[in-house]
């Protein structure tokens, strides 16, 4: 359907640099940590995740905007 999906480590600000800088029409942030889920809880990774690598998301989003 022409629709590209590009998988990135919303921590990893190499990763935003790999993605697309132009002709973008939409993020989908799709990103979560639940410490449910973990063998430890790490409050740590946790804000990194969800938080950090949410707020990582919108600026390169914001970026694209225009």
């Not at 990194?48 to 225009?66: F, P, T």
Request: charged share 20%; with cysteine.
């Amino acid at each position: 359907m022409g629709i590209q999906y590009i998988q990135a480590d919303a921590c990893s600000t190499d990763d935003f640099r790999k993605l697309p800088q132009d002709d973008v029409y939409a993020v989908v942030n799709l990103i979560g940590l639940l410490p449910a889920y973990l063998n430890a809880y790490d409050p740590f990774a946790y804000v990194n995740v969800n938080i950090s690598g949410s707020l990582r998301i919108l600026e390169y989003a914001k970026k694209k905007q225009s």
